[in-house]
């Protein structure tokens, strides 16, 4: 195998794998998150718009973890730097 | 497939470029500006107003009542910093349903600068309100151990917010370029719907998260009272 070929097999596997695992750990979270402002929101009706408000802002930060991961896997398949470095060095020979 | 919009180039001559971000955003700011101009011009304080000024005034005073809500005490002070970044955030995203608009937060540039003007708003608005020594010293607390740490957490929160929103942004344009690879009759709309609720949500939350920086730089922090001891022989 070329060190292209490396490099393209490990980014592609990594991409996915990043998303995938980064994906399981904010979706409990959020999970979670909801049904606990859920039950409160039943418990306390009156106190809706602070629940919804914190809740809003706590699941963007969850959340911006698996975007996070998102981010990585988008470099990794679209915006490659070991990728853009080996191509020009190849194009360089 | 490109993932931002610096890669759409209009114009070029040497390394001076204007790509579609820049456009956009110039296109945004020039947008605003007129727009609250031409309704600022005619305002009246009388029963009678015009159909502008009551939505003008509606989002000022919503945005005022978060940001009290966030623990802001006085937000006219920060009105006009936090109603920008909200404004521009929220007109970028909605913006999207213009057919050929990119939009300018789908860019990591915009979203630094953005997350920038957060980074340096912080201590100024809070040596402003709290004076230099007790700002500074605010970076040790609740010990001197916690200095590193908050200096750490100073950075990587202002990495978060750009990340967050470019991220955000980002995908919801990506999904939908992939969907119309893929079917490309009505799921791209429920997408598109879809991602102007998010980019809403993210503009609101963008806003909510620098209020709050500036709320915690700007609180006044007093020094607990001595602890006082309970005499055993009393109880």
Redesign the interface.
């Known amino acids: 195998m070329s060190s292209s070929t490396i490099i393209a097999v490990v980014s592609i596997l990594i991409a996915g794998i990043s998303t995938s695992f980064g994906a399981i750990g904010p979706a409990l979270a959020e999970g979670r998150a909801v049904a606990a402002a859920l039950q409160s929101l039943a418990q306390q009706p009156d106190a809706s718009?602070?629940i919804t408000?914190t809740l809003?802002?706590g699941l963007?930060m969850i959340?911006?973890t698996a975007?996070?991961c998102?981010?990585v896997s988008?470099i990794l398949i679209?915006?490659n730097p070991f990728w853009n470095h080996f191509i020009a060095e190849n194009i360089g020979k | 497939?490109q993932?931002s919009p610096d890669s759409i180039i209009y114009w070029q001559s040497g390394p001076w470029k204007i790509n579609s971000t820049i456009l956009t955003t110039w296109a945004l700011i020039f947008f605003l500006t007129l727009s609250s101009k031409l309704i600022a011009r005619k305002m009246s304080a009388g029963i009678e107003r015009s159909r502008w000024q009551n939505l003008l005034e509606i989002i000022v005073s919503n945005i005022e009542k978060?940001i009290v809500?966030v623990g802001l005490s006085e937000p006219r002070k920060y009105l006009g910093f936090l109603g920008t970044i909200f404004l521009f955030i929220a007109t970028a995203s909605v913006c999207t349903i213009i057919p050929g608009y990119e939009t300018p937060t789908g860019s990591l540039s915009t979203t630094t600068a953005l997350a920038l003007c957060v980074f340096f708003a912080v201590p100024f608005f809070g040596i402003n309100e709290i004076g230099l020594s007790s700002y500074l010293r605010s970076y040790m607390r609740p010990t001197f151990i916690m200095l590193p740490f908050n200096i750490i957490s100073e950075v990587s929160r202002t990495l978060?917010l750009a990340?967050?929103l470019?991220?955000?942004m980002?995908?919801g344009t990506?999904i939908i370029a992939i969907l119309v690879s893929v079917t490309p009759l009505l799921f791209p709309i429920i997408m598109r719907a879809l991602g102007l609720l998010t980019g809403m949500?993210?503009a609101?939350?963008f806003t909510?998260?620098a209020a709050?920086y500036i709320a915690a730089a700007t609180r006044v922090i007093k020094p607990q009272p001595p602890l006082i001891p309970i005499k055993k022989e009393n109880i």
């Open positions: 718009t602070t408000r809003f802002v963007a959340e911006s975007i996070y998102l981010v988008m679209f915006a | 497939m993932l978060q809500d978060a990340i967050r470019f991220g955000n980002m995908s990506l949500v993210q609101y939350i909510v998260l709050v």
